[in-house]
């Protein structure tokens, strides 16, 4: 039977969201839909709005169990300001969690969502509660680090299996025993194998056959055979003469037999494994019996992430359905404004470089510098002669443009 758990609609969320007071230094989340969306009021989000600040915000449901259920865990975000150090992963906690001291040390069931941390290292986390220890998920998932809003997907199914997707595709799948260290190895090597003595792993050998030619010269240098001894050598005085070395005119390296394949080569040697006799297959894991919190606990160095869709279900298809009605209905569009909010911003930067590069010509032009401040005096007495593009004006035409394809989404739900 399809349920949904908890489904967060943002209006009113400062009466369902609980700010944590563990520290006073927390940053603020603020409802807002960002620079672009498909509409403005619909595509509110939780947006983080100071920088280099940690952050703690949770929020409280009736508390379900995943046993014997499939477990989704689904969300959005955006990262607007071009996020380049920070988290944007949600966490799930036991009814147990004090909301106003939530805290990075405080007990989690799952962390999951894309983190980032440098150029380059950027993936999803998945980290599991089990038997006290938290687990990281040893594949990388790489995240979406772009400007548009994504859709991040969990899900746990009673067989032990579980899936990843990001805008409802899948990026990883299996089984959780596989993909974290839940328990001991299924396998390990024989203790007591031991590879045989005269085992040949060399796949080529030198050729035992092969002799170095009788005329072979492998001396670089040879006494000079021109050179005399003086007649004033005195060897009880001097010791032993001898004459200086010239190269040699017929050296041809160091000699090497030739390579063969080795006719003994009996390949790499395995070592057999046995059952791990302290392996113990355990049917709970990630069975977890009071959710009943999510948080956002975060820290960014560059705040601007905008959190939305929070939904948890048993019901695959429902989150897919529901991902659909939301991200999937503004992305397209969402995109389109960022496009064309970019390419302002850079027609705006190329209009100022151009005007300051002008600026910079007449001063060479004129060594009194009089052109100079009668062009800044025409400039103050100008209206609108600022040098910026009609922004707002051209944003809400395509707004407008646009209105006609919006619906309410999450009246759709």
Not at 66 to 75: A, D, G, I, R, S
Not at 183 to 199: H, S, V
Not at 329 to 357: G, N, P, T, V
Request: aromatic share 12%.
């Amino acid at each position: 039977m399809c349920c949904c758990f908890f489904l967060c609609f943002l209006d009113g969320w400062k009466k369902r969201w609980v700010e944590s007071k563990h520290q006073p230094d927390y940053g603020k989340f603020q409802l807002t839909a960002g620079r672009f969306y498909a509409d403005k009021e619909k595509d509110k989000g939780l947006q983080t709005s100071e920088d280099a600040k940690f952050y703690a915000l949770s929020t409280r449901f009736k508390p379900f169990s995943n046993v014997n259920e499939t477990l989704v865990v689904q969300f959005s975000v955006k990262h607007e300001q071009g996020i380049d150090c920070g988290g944007g992963y949600v966490k799930l906690f036991p009814a147990t969690l004090n909301q106003e001291d939530m805290h990075s040390e405080s007990e989690y069931y799952i962390m999951f969502g894309p983190d980032i941390c440098g150029f380059g290292n950027n993936k999803v986390q998945v980290i599991l509660h089990y038997q006290g220890k938290y687990h990281e998920n040893n594949k990388t998932i790489k995240c979406r680090i772009n400007k548009d809003t994504h859709l991040y997907t969990l899900i746990i199914r009673p067989n032990a299996t579980y899936e990843v997707k990001i805008d409802n595709q899948q990026v990883a799948a299996g089984e959780l025993e596989d993909d974290w260290d839940f328990l001991p190895p299924r396998k390990i090597k024989d203790p007591y194998a031991r590879k045989p003595r005269k085992w040949d792993e060399r796949l080529q050998i030198e050729d035992p056959e092969d002799k170095k030619p009788e005329d072979w010269e492998d001396s670089e240098y040879i006494p000079d055979p021109e050179a005399k001894k003086p007649a004033d050598w005195n060897e009880a005085m001097d010791g032993e003469w001898a004459g200086p070395l010239i190269p040699n005119v017929k050296y041809k390296g160091q000699w090497k037999p030739r390579i063969i394949d080795n006719p003994n080569y009996q390949g790499e040697w395995i070592h057999p494994e046995i059952d791990n006799p302290k392996y113990k297959p355990d049917p709970t894991i990630c069975h977890y019996y009071n959710i009943s919190v999510l948080g956002l606990d975060l820290w960014q160095v560059k705040s601007g992430s905008i959190f939305d869709n929070f939904l948890l279900t048993n019901d695959e298809e429902f989150a897919e359905e529901v991902g659909n009605n939301t991200w999937g209905l503004r992305k397209d569009i969402e995109k389109q404004w960022r496009e064309l909010h970019e390419e302002m911003e850079k027609r705006k930067q190329e209009e100022e470089a151009r005007q300051k590069k002008e600026k910079e010509e007449e001063k060479k032009d004129d060594i009194w510098g009089l052109e100079e401040e009668e062009n800044e005096e025409d400039s103050e007495e100008e209206p609108g002669n600022d040098g910026q593009m009609p922004g707002g004006e051209a944003e809400r035409a395509f707004l407008h443009k646009n209105e006609e394809v919006l619906v309410d989404q999450k009246d759709e739900l």
